[in-house]
């Protein structure tokens, strides 16, 4: 894969996470767990293309985690990580 998709994968992960960590976007939110899901398909995809099989582990996990909080979020459950009383 070339430079731009690692590049745009990896963008979107760390923006998610300093919207964040900034307060701008709560973790846990659909735009957040989206612009995880997309960077980590991306850097996927261009792992699986380069035989990176210690990098897919951990960008598949990354992937599979902001998956399952896209589910849980479309369910209406909270996915912040907080317990909700």
């Given at each position: 894969?070339?430079?731009?998709?690692?590049?745009?994968?990896?963008?979107?992960?760390?923006?998610?996470?300093?919207?964040?960590?900034?307060?701008?976007?709560?973790?846990?939110?659909?735009?957040?767990?989206?612009?995880?899901?997309?960077?980590?398909?991306?850097?996927?995809?261009?792992?699986?293309a380069?035989?990176?099989?210690?990098?897919?582990?951990?960008?598949?996990?990354?992937?599979?985690?902001?998956?399952?909080?896209?589910?849980?979020?479309?369910r209406?459950?909270?996915?912040?990580?907080?317990?909700?009383?």
């Amino acid at each position: 894969m070339s430079i731009s998709v690692q590049l745009a994968g990896a963008v979107l992960i760390l923006g998610a996470f300093v919207l964040a960590q900034a307060g701008r976007m709560p973790f846990g939110s659909a735009g957040h767990l989206w612009l995880n899901f997309v960077g980590s398909s991306l850097l996927v995809i261009d792992a699986v293309a380069g035989g990176q099989w210690g990098f897919l582990l951990l960008e598949g996990a990354w992937g599979l985690y902001a998956l399952l909080g896209l589910v849980s979020w479309a369910r209406g459950r909270p996915v912040t990580g907080q317990e909700v009383a």
